[in-house]
């Protein structure tokens, strides 16, 4: 599957980019997958990616559930919650 993914925020200056073209394996099929998968690159990536850290995603500009379906072609938005006070 394509897909476009976007890092707002803390990702962005985490990796060192805005967004990247991806083409996932099969197997990634849901949100989680996909953060899941992202977090395999290692390093930086599975820093981020793993221990229960919260994101807030959204698919095609609507927020989604981790559970989504991605679909084919769509533009994924990850960014960490934002808290005010």
Known sequence: ??????????????FGLAEESLQ???SVTTVAELIDHLGTRGGVWLET??????FRVAMNQ???ELET????GAEI???RPVTGG
């Not at 599957?1 to 985490?14: C, D, I, P, S, T």
């Open 1 to 14: 599957m394509r897909l476009k993914v976007l890092y707002f925020a803390q990702l962005r200056e985490r």
């Open 24 to 26: 996932t394996p099969d």
């Open 49 to 54: 990616f793993s221990g229960g850290a919260a």
């Open 62 to 64: 609507d927020m989604v």
């Open 77 to 79: 938005a990850i960014f």
């Open 69 to 72: 379906e991605l679909k084919d």
